[in-house]
């Protein structure tokens, strides 16, 4: 079974850009959540994605935002880009909402880099 | 209330030793507790994971510890090994309708031979 794939894996952009990055789940998996990693918050939960609607979202900007398509696949966008977006964006499928019968698999990352 | 308080920040154990990593919660509202694993360049693993009505979980080398009284949890790597060095990651769920997961600020894990 394939896991999370995410794309691109690297990406420079400037300030004032706006990007997409793309997730796709694992075969099956219904709900993706998008991460933010960064060495001086650590992890943190920008959104989660059900049968395509927004289920949860984070303390993050409108600047922030993102999507669900019916096979599940999901992209996130960021509009208007600062420097402090530089970060490595993880993306997580489980079968359902995350919890304690719907473990969560990470990608490997899209690293962003904002010049 | 909503954050997850992990330490020590980073640690040095000798292979064979045991590796205990902390973390600490406010909001008892929180009903799942995993553990990830994330070596360079990957994303986080799923180690072990435990819910508020077990104390303690073993999975091979690995256990998780839980108070619920303290509103701790640790995880302890027995008979550590230098391929266990990585970044350690736990983490806590919210009950309630957020579902979402709220990470530890991490431990970087070196193994000596």
């Known amino acids: 079974k394939a896991g999370v794939t995410q794309t691109p894996r690297y990406l420079i952009k400037t300030r004032g850009q706006q990007v997409t990055l793309s997730c796709s789940p694992i075969?099956?998996?219904?709900?993706v959540s998008w991460y933010q990693q960064t060495p001086g918050q650590g992890l943190q939960f920008l959104f989660e994605?059900?049968?395509?609607?927004?289920?949860n979202k984070g303390n993050f900007p409108g600047r922030f935002s993102g999507r669900q398509f019916s096979n599940s696949r999901s992209e996130m966008n960021v509009s208007t880009l600062e420097l402090g977006d530089s970060a490595l964006y993880l993306c997580a499928s489980s079968f359902g909402l995350a919890g304690p019968y719907n473990e969560q698999f990470f990608g490997p990352g899209t690293r962003l880099t904002v010049l | 209330q909503q954050q997850v308080k992990q330490s020590p920040q980073s640690l040095i154990v000798q292979k064979g030793g045991i590796s205990i990593i902390n973390c600490a919660y406010e909001n008892t509202a929180f009903d799942y507790f995993p553990w990830y694993q994330q070596f360079p360049g990957k994303g986080p693993a799923l180690l072990i994971a435990?819910?508020?009505?077990?104390s303690e979980k073993k999975e091979g080398r690995f256990t998780i510890s839980f108070n619920k009284s303290a509103k701790q949890f640790s995880l302890h790597i027995m008979d550590s090994q230098p391929g266990d060095s990585a970044t350690y990651f736990c983490a806590a769920r919210a009950g309630d309708s957020s579902y979402k997961l709220i990470f530890g600020s991490g431990t970087r894990l070196l193994v000596r031979p």
């Open positions: 075969s099956g998996h219904r709900s």
């Open positions: 994605y059900f049968s395509e609607t927004q289920r």
């Open positions: 435990i819910r508020p009505d077990v």
